[in-house]
């Protein structure tokens, strides 16, 4: 009998958690099938009714991926600290693990590697002490191999650990990890020039999505297919299938790879010379940004007209508190004071008339106000915008002038494009935030070297950066854009002799009120001699610092400026 009874035991606990495991599945089949706002559904459904703590952490995880997914950041950070609460309150090392992983991917997402570099460190520290399941180990290499690839530029390293996250997703039938693992080994390829490789690669792994209703990664295979085509130099056919691309985006309403998707549509017709369509599309990207704007815009509003409303309606409360007070003195003294008491309360009604006549212009100059603001804010979001196109043309031309200028004068242009690309850059930064005096250096900057990621790739050329978000002020912001830019270009074009180990190393950080501007590179073409460029020479002058340059071992630019 006690064995009957130990059986049925075992029978149900099994049984539980298979129905959890089918919950949980179900729930991440509709994020893959990109049916968001059913998953969103799905997860809050069932987290008002989970049943144990870990089941309520998976479901918080649930909650923060699909609102990243959404491109909502703040939503998904809320719901991921939830998470984080609750997986300190359970112990669990399994669930914390996850966690840093996933972590490492939203800041990965938001190219703040910095970040996503410090999770999937305490990530590795657990795994050092304890044994981790395959489904969460395999999201780690696949995360970890991400890294290498966009942060730390070692392909050997790429390849290695996106192997491994392959081999157990495969292992354990994780689709994802399967198509995630697969599409670093197609990058390293790409870094490698191996462009017919790459393409077969992503072709299998568009059919792979395609199979199993992958989604959003269908939509990141074509990204990279489209890119690889337009590398290739495969204009045509990358035309034809980021067309097909951008169709099934916004079929999907996958706001975000439709934005991406028309970039490469831009940059098709810049680099088969149709000025016109490259134009056309630009003039398209920038309504797309614009309409997302819009809607973040709308939000704003209606949560404030909320308040709004909720204020009004707390001063008519405290009126009626007030009138009613009033009638229970009157009732409660006798005549002398009944008479004193209307008094007060005539008193109280010609006050609250008045209040509400005050109230009443109050509302109606509010409106007018509000009515202003919008007309205003829809002008400077028209100049903004005007401005943005007349920045991108002058881009678009250099870029055109590019491909008909002689070798000499190539990087000539060059030099000059990247300048008006960080020009750009601040101005973009601007357009989004609602303070225009000051900006987040750190994403500004992390924005200006993108443009240079390319470069640094085909000149095998390492960085470390890490840079500090810090608000300063915008006119020094582009000083400090400009500058980067500049020591880049230097470090590309003079630094380095022939040699195998080439590495730039920037830091931009923040002590008390001082911020520290640290550059250096180990290039040996100019050792022991005496530097001074004059461009950056201008540019220091320009934010009044005094800098120092040393030689001696490599190149060193550093400077320390007072903020407020």
Request: hydrophobic residues 40%; neutral net charge.
């Amino acid at each position: 009998m006690k064995h009957i009874f130990i059986a049925l035991f075992l029978t149900s606990f099994q049984l539980l958690f298979a129905q959890d495991d089918t919950i949980l599945n179900h729930g991440q089949n509709l994020i893959y099938e990109n049916k968001l706002d059913k998953a969103l559904s799905y997860y809050t459904e069932h987290l008002k009714e989970h049943t144990t703590k870990e089941d309520e952490i998976h479901f918080l995880l649930g909650l923060a991926d699909i609102y990243k997914l959404k491109l909502d950041y703040d939503t998904a950070n809320t719901y991921y600290i939830q998470a984080f609460e609750a997986i300190n309150l359970t112990n669990n090392k399994q669930l914390k693990f996850l966690y840093h992983v996933k972590m490492a991917e939203f800041y990965r997402k938001r190219i703040l590697f910095t970040d996503a570099v410090k999770h999937l460190d305490i990530a590795t520290s657990i795994l050092k002490h304890h044994k981790i399941e395959d489904r969460y180990l395999a999201k780690y290499y696949g995360r970890k191999a991400a890294l290498f690839t966009e942060y730390f530029f070692i392909p050997d390293s790429t390849l290695l650990y996106a192997k491994k996250g392959l081999q157990l997703s495969k292992k354990i039938n994780d689709k994802d990890g399967i198509f995630y693992s697969s599409l670093e080994i197609s990058g390293v390829y790409e870094n490698k020039k191996d462009y017919k490789k790459t393409i077969d690669y992503l072709e299998d792994l568009i059919s792979f999505a395609e199979k199993n209703n992958l989604i959003q990664n269908k939509v990141d295979a074509y990204i990279n297919y489209t890119r690889v085509l337009i590398k290739d130099k495969q204009y045509n056919k990358a035309l034809e299938e980021c067309l097909k691309a951008l169709s099934f985006a916004k079929e999907n309403e996958l706001f975000y790879g439709e934005i991406l998707f028309v970039d490469n549509i831009r940059n098709i017709y810049e680099k088969l010379g149709n000025t016109t369509k490259a134009y056309e599309y630009l003039e398209l990207r920038l309504d797309l940004t614009d309409a997302y704007y819009k809607i973040e815009h709308s939000k704003f509003l209606f949560e404030l007209e909320e308040k709004y409303k909720l204020t009004e309606k707390e001063n008519q409360i405290k009126i009626s508190n007030l009138e009613i007070e009033n009638q229970n003195k009157a009732l409660a003294s006798n005549k002398a004071k009944l008479i004193i008491s209307i008094g007060l309360l005539l008193a109280a009604i010609g006050l609250s008339l008045l209040i509400a006549y005050f109230l009443k212009k109050e509302k109606k100059s509010n409106k007018e106000l509000h009515s202003l603001s919008q007309e205003n804010e829809f002008l400077l979001s028209e100049a903004n915008h005007r401005i943005n196109n007349n920045l991108q043309l002058v881009v678009i031309l250099i870029s055109d002038q590019l491909k008909k200028s002689k070798n000499q004068e190539n990087f000539q242009l060059k030099n000059i494009l990247t300048k008006v690309e960080a020009i750009s850059t601040l101005h973009q930064h601007l357009y989004k935030n609602n303070d225009k005096k000051k900006i987040d250096i750190q994403n500004y900057l992390h924005d200006v070297m993108a443009s240079f990621f390319e470069v640094f790739k085909d000149n095998n050329i390492k960085t470390n950066i890490n840079i500090q978000s810090v608000e300063i002020s915008t006119d020094y912001a582009m000083y400090y854009g400009l500058l980067l830019t500049e020591l880049f270009i230097n470090s590309i074009k003079h630094a380095f002799s022939p040699q195998d180990n080439k590495t730039i190393i920037f830091e931009l950080t923040k002590q008390t009120s001082t911020l520290y501007f640290q550059y250096s590179d180990n290039g040996t073409a100019a050792n022991n001699m005496s530097i001074k460029p004059k461009l950056i020479d201008k540019l220091a002058r320009q934010i009044k610092v005094d800098y120092s340059i040393q030689s001696s071992n490599g190149f060193k630019f550093s400077f320390s400026q007072q903020i407020a």
